[in-house]
């Protein structure tokens, strides 16, 4: 069976230092994978998606970076974090047939992320 | 914003109740995804239901989609205090790239109270 990993689940940084979140997936190839932030109380918003190794898409401008160096690893990344980097980021992955996202995703357990 | 939009923003019920949600959403879609997600935990997918498709069920979960009206609900028969979540639509849009992406509302506070 699948299973997707995140970690860590939480992290305290302060303003200014570097981030990486790392996400893995297994049992399963060549999935799309996804990253989210999820804002106290509201819904998610996609951050970046991937297709294949190497292949990143950005969805909105930000201070945050991913990369895709395996198949089935995701990392989100920033040089320098901002107070407003703060939330709970969420991976996923999806099924990869002939569109993106047109079959659910699953996710991780998540990463609290509060930057001080 | 292609952001749908649930409602209720929160629902409280007892045991046994049936829980309504809905949501709304703004520009032609695929499909439309329903969520649950415990506190401070991931999303769980709960069903999924097509465009040409109106009517959904598993187990006590019924979800109906008004494609006219840019509209699903999600009913949960006979309420569980297991059943204390939030819940998201999520509507799958295909990009400029032929990417199809989802874009998920922002929730459905439900709590069931023994």
């Known amino acids: 069976s699948q299973t997707i990993h995140q970690w860590p689940a939480t992290l305290v940084q302060p303003v200014g230092s570097p981030l990486s979140l790392e996400c893995t997936v297994e049992?399963?190839?060549?999935?799309?994978l996804y990253w989210y932030r999820q804002a106290a109380g509201r819904g998610l918003q996609l951050l970046f998606y991937?297709?294949?190794?190497?292949?990143i898409s950005s969805e909105v401008p930000q201070n945050l970076s991913a990369s895709r160096p395996q198949d089935r690893q995701f990392i989100l990344s920033s040089k320098k974090l901002l107070l407003s980097d703060s939330g709970f980021y969420l991976c996923a992955w999806s099924i990869r047939r002939g569109g993106g996202s047109y079959n659910e995703q699953f996710f991780g357990p998540g990463t609290r992320l509060t930057v001080l | 914003s292609q952001q749908g939009e649930e409602d209720p923003q929160a629902l409280s019920i007892q045991e046994g109740e049936n829980a309504t949600m809905n949501c709304s959403y703004k520009?032609?879609?695929?499909?439309l995804q329903w969520y649950r997600q415990n506190s401070g935990r991931g999303l769980v997918h709960l069903i999924l239901?097509?465009?040409?498709?109106r009517e959904k069920h598993s187990g006590r979960l019924r979800v109906t989609l008004d494609t006219s009206k840019k509209s699903s609900s999600l009913l949960i028969t006979a309420s569980r205090a297991a059943d204390t979540a939030s819940y998201f639509c999520?509507?799958?849009?295909?990009?400029?790239?032929?990417?199809?992406?989802?874009?998920f509302g922002t929730g459905t506070r439900l709590l069931v109270s023994p």
């Open positions: 520009t032609s879609i695929n499909n």
């Open positions: 999520a509507t799958a849009y295909r990009m400029n790239t032929g990417f199809q992406k989802l874009v």
């Open positions: 991937s297709v294949g190794i190497g292949q």
């Open positions: 049992g399963t190839s060549n999935p799309n």
């Open positions: 239901i097509r465009s040409n498709e």
